[in-house]
């Protein structure tokens, strides 16, 4: 699930989106809320928190480090580490996208680029009125 816009809290609270062994990867973007939010990034699996941080990975919005299950967790953070981050003097966007290849490269998750050049992805649009 890639989730753009729209504060989370407006949602209320979350319902359990991965019961019966479902692994929910959630990556959200909120760049249109007039405070500078950085990208989170959680992983859940039966609904407990196997891995989440910021990809920033700075101390904005209470960051302090990937939590979540030692075993996925742990291994994301080591490959953090691996790159050198965190790192205030590396630029955010240059953060963001290591911390976006290490997702990759942990989870397997990536969009397919074909699809992403030549068509349409599929959506789901919410809009809170």
Not at 79 to 108: N, Q, W
């Amino acid at each position: 699930m890639v989730k753009y816009g729209g504060w989370q809290a407006e949602f209320g609270p979350r319902p359990p989106l991965s019961r019966g062994g479902a692994h929910v990867f959630r990556l959200e973007f909120d760049e249109e809320n007039g405070k500078p939010v950085p990208p989170q990034f959680s992983y859940r699996h039966d609904d407990r928190l196997m891995c989440s941080f910021n990809l920033h990975l700075d101390r904005s919005w209470g960051y302090d480090g990937v939590t979540g299950d030692r075993e996925p967790a742990g291994r994301v953070e080591e490959l953090l580490a691996g790159a050198g981050l965190p790192d205030a003097t590396v630029p955010s966007r240059e953060v963001h996208r290591t911390a976006l290849r290490i997702i990759e490269r942990c989870f397997g998750l990536s969009l397919p680029r074909g699809r992403v050049l030549e068509a349409e992805l599929p959506a789901v649009l919410l809009e809170i009125v």
